[in-house]
């Protein structure tokens, strides 16, 4: 029922939620920590930065990402120069287009988590002269795992419902940018309907097991006792 | 900038076919509470309201020869835009429309074969013209050569599977035995506007669209073009067709023939179309079928 195509494109959309999620729990991590410990006034700011992608339907969202990375654009520019070329069209431009995308699934969970630690636990911590970096690594962070389970499963289950984005930058490059939400679509708008009916089913099994084993892992009681 | 973002518009906002309801109360009710739910606003209902799906490709075209209809006929058209395979699927779950512009032949086929559709109201009602066209002045030349060259990093072209232009430009392509060297530069648009976007913001350096854009967009002609003659690939022939579920056939037979008429074809070909010198032969005989003329 499904061509090699169909699972060429679910791989690679595995693949780029997989690093998406990656790279936004790294760069997450930093951000969210600071908005949660901060009294700066910039923080509305970026809170709001942060949170815009919610609010932008999809296909606008990438309509900019195309015009911002293309050659005539101030990223595009700027990744030309140092030698990249322009993103579009390219694997890494999709994980960058899903870093921002996906961007608040994965920053808001870390930062409720972080402030829901409170300043109390590493206050303690200090007292028993950990360093601020032991005591983030030692006490915040496992403190805070289940913040960082709900940012993962969040961040990669948003990615993979991705379409618009990858729709407006993709470019439909098999192997490259085709991935299984544009490939769906792409059966639907042919009329292949049991194919669209199989790839979907598939992709549904395979979100859900994912989700399952992510969440059979995280066993770890959800609500954190602390004082 | 804005032509651009018009277009996208146009892509995004792929309305809501809107019930006309000049019915029972319940129905009326319904209709207006749904209206209400999917935030359109509701069009007083008239006896003879066309409701119009249009492929998204002939949306400037369609408004401006429906305007004329209404003038000359007085019937009211309401147009729903979108690309021929959601219209088609909309159609296929029950959709009010009365008449159906396809992009292609295919959807009419289709609908055809189903009994969704009147047989033998299907007519060619504007052809496409296929374009090589670059921003960049002087890439593209007149023969097409450039394709042939290393001039370039990406091609767009719309997906063969989905838009009658993208299997129009994989006939060209093949035609010019140049598959092998184009394959590493192609990038697909999902339809002919996307494909033009990926132009137009300068991500692809040309790309296979549709004369119409070209021409409909005045700042697309600083670039360079090369309208690819007619016999480098199959004719891009969009159908029409009434459907069966018409509340107003006689209104939309009115409208497929005020489609076929020689000043509604003079302006469809200002606005970039062709059409097939065949389809007015076919005009004078309405039991002649132009479809099984080929």
């Not at chain 2, 277009?7 to 809501?16: A, I, K, R, T, Y």
């Not at chain 2, 209400?36 to 075209?61: E, Q, R």
């Not at chain 2, 086929?109 to 066209?133: D, M, N, P």
């Amino acid at each position: 029922m499904l061509t090699s195509a169909d699972y060429s494109a679910l791989w690679l959309t595995f693949k780029v939620a997989s690093l998406t999620t990656l790279i936004l729990l790294i760069l997450g991590t930093p951000v969210a920590w600071w908005l949660s410990n901060t009294q700066s006034r910039w923080k509305p700011l970026l809170s709001a930065l942060i949170a815009v992608p919610l609010v932008l339907p999809p296909t606008v969202l990438g309509f900019y990402l195309l015009v911002l990375m293309g050659p005539e654009g101030a990223l595009g520019r700027f990744t030309d120069a140092i030698g990249l070329g322009t993103l579009p069209f390219t694997f890494t431009g999709l994980v960058f287009a899903s870093c921002i995308y996906s961007l608040p699934f994965v920053v808001q969970p870390l930062q409720n988590a972080f402030e829901a630690i409170g300043p109390r636990p590493l206050e303690v911590a200090a007292t028993l002269r950990a360093s601020p970096i032991d005591s983030f690594f030692s006490v915040t962070i496992p403190l805070a795992k289940p913040g960082f389970f709900t940012a993962g499963i969040l961040g990669f289950a948003h990615t993979v419902g991705e379409f618009g984005v990858v729709l407006m930058i993709g470019g439909n490059i098999p192997d490259k940018t085709r991935l299984v939400s544009v490939q769906l679509y792409n059966h639907v708008e042919a009329l292949e309907y049991t194919q669209a009916h199989w790839l979907a089913a598939l992709l549904l099994g395979f979100s859900f097991l994912v989700l399952l084993v992510m969440y059979t892992v995280i066993k770890t009681p959800l609500r954190v006792q602390h004082v | 900038m804005k032509t651009i973002y018009q277009s996208l518009c146009f892509e995004m906002n792929n309305p809501v076919p809107q019930a006309m309801a000049a019915l029972s109360p319940r129905k009326l009710l319904r209709s207006i509470v749904l209206s209400i739910l999917l935030g359109i606003s509701s069009t007083p209902a008239f006896a003879d309201d066309l409701l119009v799906a249009v492929a998204s490709n002939f949306i400037k075209p369609m408004q401006a020869i429906s305007q004329q209809f209404t003038e000359s006929t007085g019937h009211k058209v309401t147009l729903s835009f979108g690309s021929s395979g959601k219209l088609m699927a909309q159609i296929r779950h029950g959709a009010p429309f009365d008449l159906f512009l396809s992009a292609d032949q295919d959807k009419v086929t289709r609908l055809l074969e189903k009994e969704l559709a009147v047989s033998g109201s299907e007519f060619i009602y504007a052809q496409g013209r296929l374009v090589l066209w670059s921003g960049k002045q002087e890439l593209v030349d007149t023969s097409g050569d450039v394709l042939k060259s290393d001039k370039f990093r990406y091609i767009a072209l719309a997906d063969a599977k989905l838009a009658p232009y993208g299997k129009a430009a994989e006939q060209v392509i093949s035609a010019l035995g140049i598959e092998q060297h184009l394959k590493p530069r192609v990038v697909k648009g999902e339809n002919i506007s996307q494909t033009y976007q990926f132009v137009r913001t300068g991500n692809a350096d040309l790309g296979f669209v549709a004369l119409s854009q070209v021409q409909h967009h005045p700042e697309s002609l600083k670039g360079s073009q090369w309208l690819i003659p007619r016999d480098y690939h199959e004719p891009i022939d969009q159908y029409a067709v009434i459907l069966k579920r018409a509340k107003h056939k006689d209104a939309a037979t009115e409208f497929s023939q005020f489609l076929q008429r020689k000043s509604t074809h003079a302006l469809i070909r200002s606005f970039g179309y062709d059409l097939p010198t065949s389809v007015q032969l076919a005009e004078s005989d309405q039991s002649c079928d132009y479809a099984y003329l080929r």
